[in-house]
């Protein structure tokens, strides 16, 4: 199979050859500071250049920012830039920037679509993560009760631009995912209510969702924390899967499947036992291995490889990947 063959294999509940060998969030940086005193070559830096060192599949990612280059930025981390619905007036010419896709790179993108060479994913700001980045993580909270039109206002604002970046898209190619950026659960679940998920969130995913479906694109939820719960949720409004299950969360793929059979995920191998030896690392293949067989699961580091894992680690980790995703292959032909 092509890469992009595999993956539509296994996203749609089909048979497929072996699992993608894939690192979808890239690494941290000192984990590539690390490796450049060990044994990686200090002339790769760039995300994709170090995935073909590594043999692994390419998954090709663009994320298109909903404020322009020029807006303003907080003056620390976790600040806003707005208060309120004036601030948000006098900001609103540098939000939602046009042609934010970039045409030249996409056509090339997609020409190794066609090939088959490659996955194409595109990622957006959600409907919980960009009012936050607006208001400031303690101001967005206190939005939803205090400032809730202005909340409307951003999301139907957030949600028109997201429609015109598929148009945009679309007139190039389609890509295979897409993400919304959310990270709107910790460790102990949800960082708000469901009823206001329905309230302030619900009307503009089931606006967005039922587009990308329409055109053959897996609307995916990237939320980092405990995403049991939320789970139900998303699946309601019409998105399709999540990533990256953080194990260290106490997110669990064998409950998630029971509970979501149809719903696709990506990540959870536990980057915590990276580091810890062969044994260690087979386990963790092992408890994930019988639910990707299924389908719709995809391996993945669940979140970028941390610098406490060394070239040697991570490459006795790719050996094992690529033993387990030929296991799971063969699982995915047997019948029943």
Request: proline residues 7%.
């Amino acid at each position: 199979m092509t890469t992009r063959e595999r993956f539509q294999a296994l996203m749609n509940f089909r048979p497929f050859d072996r699992l993608p060998v894939i690192e979808w969030a890239g690494w941290w940086d000192k984990t590539i500071e690390r490796w450049h005193h060990e044994a990686l070559p200090t002339t790769l830096v760039d995300r994709y250049d170090i995935c073909r060192h590594f043999g692994l599949d390419i998954y090709l990612q663009d994320w298109f920012p909903a404020v322009a280059p020029n807006c303003p930025g907080p003056a620390s981390h976790g600040a806003g830039i707005i208060t309120n619905a004036a601030d948000y007036d006098r900001i609103r010419p540098l939000l939602f920037p046009r042609h934010v896709v970039d045409r030249r790179r996409w056509e090339q993108w997609a020409q190794q679509q066609a090939r088959g060479e490659v996955v194409l994913w595109g990622t957006v700001e959600g409907f919980f993560w960009f009012p936050r980045k607006l208001f400031g993580i303690e101001r967005h909270l206190y939005a939803f009760y205090d400032q809730p039109d202005l909340m409307h206002r951003i999301n139907a604002d957030l949600t028109e631009w997201i429609l015109s970046v598929l148009d945009d898209l679309r007139s190039v190619c389609t890509p295979d995912f897409i993400t919304f950026a959310e990270d709107m659960s910790y460790n102990h679940g949800p960082m708000l209510s469901h009823d206001l998920f329905d309230e302030f969130m619900a009307p503009y995913y089931r606006r967005v969702a039922p587009v990308m479906q329409r055109d053959g694109i897996l609307p995916i939820i990237d939320s980092d924390g405990d995403v049991s719960v939320p789970a139900y949720w998303f699946e309601s409004v019409g998105l399709d899967g999540i990533l990256p299950l953080e194990r260290q969360a106490g997110v669990d793929i064998a409950a998630l499947r029971r509970d979501h059979p149809r719903m696709r995920f990506l990540g959870h191998y536990d980057k915590m036992v990276m580091n810890k030896g062969e044994a260690a690392m087979r386990r963790e293949f092992e408890r994930l291995v019988p639910v990707a067989a299924k389908g719709g699961f995809l391996i993945g580091c669940d979140h970028q490889t941390p610098p406490g894992v060394s070239y040697q680690d991570y490459q006795l980790y790719l050996t094992l990947f690529r033993e387990y995703a030929a296991e799971a292959g063969r699982r995915s032909q047997q019948p029943g």
